[in-house]
C-alpha cells in the first residue's frame, strides 16, 4: 500500500533533493500503514512545524490512520501515476517544481526510489 505525503510549500518554495527523493510529492509504500511516519522521518520529512513559516503552516503533514487513506499504487487525484501527469498539456494544472527536477518520488519498501515527471534517472543512479 502506499501514502501520498504532499508537500506544502511553506515559506514560498518546496523542499527539493534528488539525492534522497524529497519533492512536491512523496509516495512512500507500507505494509500496514503503522510505520509510515517513521519510514517518511528516515527519508529526510519532518513534522516539526518550528522549522516552517508561521504564517504558511507545516511543510509535511503526518500520516493519521482515520483520516488519511492509503493506495493499492502510487496515485494523483485517484489516477495511478504511471498515467499522463496532471500538468501535461492541455492540463488546467501547473507544475510545481523547475524544469529538471522531479515532481514526485516513490520510496518502496524494498528500498528503490523511483523519480516521476522531470527526471530520467533514478535518485543516486545514472540517466
Not at 519533492?23 to 500503514?33: N, P, Y
Not at 528500498?111 to 543516486?124: F, K, L, N, V
Amino acid at each position: 500500500m502506499f501514502h501520498l505525503f504532499r508537500q506544502n510549500n511553506s515559506g514560498g518554495r518546496f523542499d527539493y533533493d534528488e539525492r534522497v527523493g524529497i519533492s512536491h510529492l512523496v509516495w512512500v509504500e507500507t505494509e500496514e500503514g503503522t510505520d509510515l511516519n517513521e519510514r517518511a522521518e528516515k527519508i529526510g520529512l519532518y513534522f516539526n512545524s518550528d522549522w516552517d513559516c508561521d504564517c504558511c503552516g507545516s511543510r509535511w503533514s503526518e500520516y493519521e490512520a482515520e483520516y488519511d487513506r492509503l493506495t493499492v499504487e502510487p496515485d494523483l487525484y485517484g489516477n495511478p501515476i504511471s498515467k499522463k501527469p496532471w500538468f501535461a498539456e492541455g492540463s488546467r494544472e501547473h507544475k510545481s517544481m523547475d524544469d529538471g527536477q522531479s515532481e514526485g518520488f516513490v520510496h518502496y519498501l524494498d528500498g528503490r526510489i523511483e523519480s516521476h515527471w522531470g527526471q530520467s534517472a533514478t535518485p543516486g543512479g545514472e540517466a
